[in-house]
T-cell receptor
């Protein structure tokens, strides 16, 4: 039973299209994240949600819009896709409230987006 | 802002040889330190973490890392590597003095184990 699952695993699309990536966690965690990993493997935080509320929004174009319908789901919608959006997008989750303060993230397997 | 430096982008090594993957961070005050591993086509998995107490921490598969506060380092070591250790390794730091629980990741070190 996958702890953090993302769909789709691969996504190939044309520039200008709109696409979504879905993420679900069954760990009961209260916080979810989206990270972007570029071609050089650099991991950059994009968004963080705690109990469905946006708490971190790094410098990301407003073409990217996260949506959290409940604390087990965090979806990423991308409008007007550009070539530079090609990357692997990782969803992650963690438990902040009541924890030791050490924020250990559980990652999904990633969604590879290729924009042509 | 906190920064994490992984000095080697790639470390090739022969099977059964020892290896050290280096990690330095910018803050010397209260931090939590982590190593994550990413196997090909998979997400990152926690390998080990330092929160407090003993400065030497170990993982279940033979890796260890030592927190060195004076050198602001958290190098990862294994005395004898296996082919299956081939993966990307990421060092990460949570800087508690800035109240930030979001870990900052290094750029990763690709460990390549040759037979």
């Amino acid at each position: 039973d996958t702890a953090v699952s993302q769909t789709p695993k691969y996504l190939v699309t044309q520039m200008g299209n709109d696409k979504s990536i879905k993420c679900e966690q069954n760990l009961g965690h209260d916080t979810m994240y989206w990270y972007k990993q570029d071609s050089k493997k650099f991991l950059k935080i994009m968004f963080s949600y705690n109990n469905k509320e946006l708490i971190i929004n790094e410098t990301v174009p407003n073409r990217f819009s996260p949506k959290s319908p409940d604390k087990a789901h965090l979806n990423l919608h991308i409008n007007s896709l550009e070539l530079g959006d090609s990357a692997v997008y990782f969803c992650a989750s963690s438990q902040l409230a009541g924890g030791t303060g050490a924020n250990v993230l559980t990652f999904g397997a990633g969604s590879r987006l290729t924009v042509l | 802002a906190q920064s994490v430096t992984q000095l080697d982008s790639q470390v090739p090594v022969f099977e059964e040889a020892p290896v050290e993957l280096r990690c330095n961070y910018s803050s010397s005050v209260s931090v939590y330190l982590f190593w994550y591993v990413q196997y090909p086509n998979q997400g990152l998995q926690l390998l080990l973490k330092y929160l407090s107490g003993s400065t030497l921490v170990e993982s279940i598969n033979g890796f260890e890392a030592e927190f060195n506060k004076s050198q602001t380092s958290f190098h990862l070591r294994k005395p004898s590597v296996h082919i299956s250790d081939t993966a990307e390794y990421f060092c990460a730091v949570s800087d508690l003095t800035r109240g930030s629980y979001i870990p900052t990741f290094g750029r990763g070190t690709s460990l390549i184990v040759h037979p």
